[in-house]
């Protein structure tokens, strides 16, 4: 039998006359494609799907019997359960002769109908059929009346569009405003790598600005003037400023005095306000006081009709939007303002409905106009999407028949979420040499992780950053997988590793066991 290695040279030797006959090659492809790089699903990821594969033909081959998958927002593959009135509507509108059938009133809610039979009166061609670029009308009304009653300022499905997940409107908004090299948008350090991604394929500069990790991750505005300044000064514009609210990967929430100052920096170095707001989820809180500053209660309170956006632990930290804050703060400046929200996160989870939306502010009409012919040339984002849009800002309402079930499973997923999230936090800040500030929004962690001079020297001597190495060892070692620091950026000297709290509920003890007897046994090893 061929060894292993034979056979991949045999491999390699059957590769080269394709090579030699190939027109493209690495040296002649864009490249900017081989600049960028998305650590979410890097080789840590791809080494952990051979191992689910060796873990399904011989369950016994390695010290654990399953793989963890805490490096990705993704929470219906752990486990998490899709919301049974989305699903409902879903299914009526893929197959609309069901609406037809005299069972399907025994089947499916009579609110569940009366919606898809909304939507297929308002789209009578059905989801198979192209929308308008910007995406159905009706759902672009929707997200305008829960814009305007989550805000309490105006909305218009005019300067909404509907997206194939809000990465797909982050694309969109920086080709339309890139022109090269010489600009540049500022991003927060640690940062989702969505953003050095798009800005190394558009050759243009990733301008960080550091977040304080002393202070929960806070956003220091002289940070964000030391960025510009050093731009300017190599002769690179900036265009845009980035704010990923609550932060991935931090898990942090702006307070709204940060959030002011923010908005007149923009103003004042003329600079697009691009607000990542897609971390959190659509939720109802209780009406107490002024509902949108912080007044929310328990999450298994019962839920009024109001809807906002909410996925926060900390409640001395509530969502508040980017447009709430330009619409509403004392001598607002002008500024352009893109907000960005997403199916995708909290307790809907429906990632791959790809599902989302942004909202322009302060744009030109002209520079829109430009904006929607890009958008054009896509045709739509899909159609199952926008639908899944439009349940999202919409969800059943209180006295309609799938109100309580959906208040149930909303309620069950979010209080579940936070109590993981403190667990996570405390098994983490119990290891040694591990610090994790509590996330306060999003689902995610980040904690710094200080590593002995003997594994610094190993990682360097396999040509991997130190935390990628730890990070490839865990998963090797406990089957355990989250992202490197270093695939988010990170202030210079610094190690950390992105962790979501998403797996189930049940097995977030067995995450922190393996964690800490993984941890040891590696300081040990390193000492």
Known sequence: MMQR??????????????????????????????TAEYAVRGPIVLRSAQI?????????????????????????AVGQQPISFNRQVHALMTCPDLLASPEAAKIFPADAIARAKEYLTSVPEGVGAYSESQGFAIVRQQVADFIAERDGVPANPKDIFLTDGASKGVEFILKLMLRGSS??????????????????????HMLGYELDEADAWALPMEQVEKAVAGAKAKGVQPRALVVINPGN?????????????????????????????????????????????????????????????????????????FKEVVS????????????????????????????????LAGFDPEVQAQLLKLVSIGLCSNTMGQIAVGLMVRPPKPGEPSEPLYAQERG???????????????SLNALEG???????????????????????????????????????????????VVVPGSGFGQKAGTWHFRTTFLPPEDQIDLVGERMAKFHGEFLAKHA
């Not at 600009?183 to 243009?204: H, N, R």
């Not at 809180?285 to 956006?309: E, K, M, N, W």
């Not at 703060?329 to 942004?358: N, T």
Request: negative net charge; aromatic residues 6%; contains cysteine.
């Open 5 to 34: 290695g034979g056979l991949a040279v045999a491999k390699a030797a059957m590769r080269q006359p394709l090579r030699r006959m190939a027109s493209l090659s690495l040296n002649n492809i864009n490249q900017q494609v081989l």
């Open 52 to 76: 689910k594969a060796q873990l399904a033909s011989d369950p016994s081959s390695l010290p654990f019997d399953n793989v963890l998958a805490c490096n990705i927002g993704n929470p219906q």
């Open 183 to 204: 600009d540049g948008v500022l991003v927060p350090i640690p940062q989702y790598p969505l953003y050095s991604a798009a800005l190394a394929l558009a050759d243009s």
């Open 249 to 321: 990967p931090t898990g942090n929430s702006l307070l709204r005095p940060n959030m002011e100052e923010i908005v007149r920096f923009c103003a004042k170095e003329k600079l697009v306000l691009i607000a990542d707001e897609v971390w959190t989820a659509a939720r109802e809180i209780q009406p107490t006081g002024d509902c949108r500053h912080g007044h929310h209660s328990p999450l298994t309170a019962s839920f009024p009709p109001q809807v906002y956006q909410e996925n926060i632990w900390d409640e001395g930290r509530p969502f508040i939007s």
């Open 328 to 359: 509403t703060m004392k001598d607002a400046p002008p500024v352009e303002l893109v907000s960005l929200h997403s199916v995708s996160k909290g307790f809907l989870g429906e990632c791959g409905i790809r599902g989302g939306y942004f909202e």
């Open 412 to 426: 069950a997923i979010l209080s579940s979420m936070k109590r993981r999230a403190a667990a996570v936090a405390a």
């Open 434 to 480: 591990v610090s994790c500030n509590a996330p306060q929004g999003a689902m995610y962690a980040f904690p710094s992780i200080t590593l002995p001079p003997k594994a610094v020297a190993a990682a360097e001597a396999e040509g991997m950053a130190p935390d990628a190495y730890y990070a490839m060892h865990l998963l090797e070692n406990t089957g355990i």
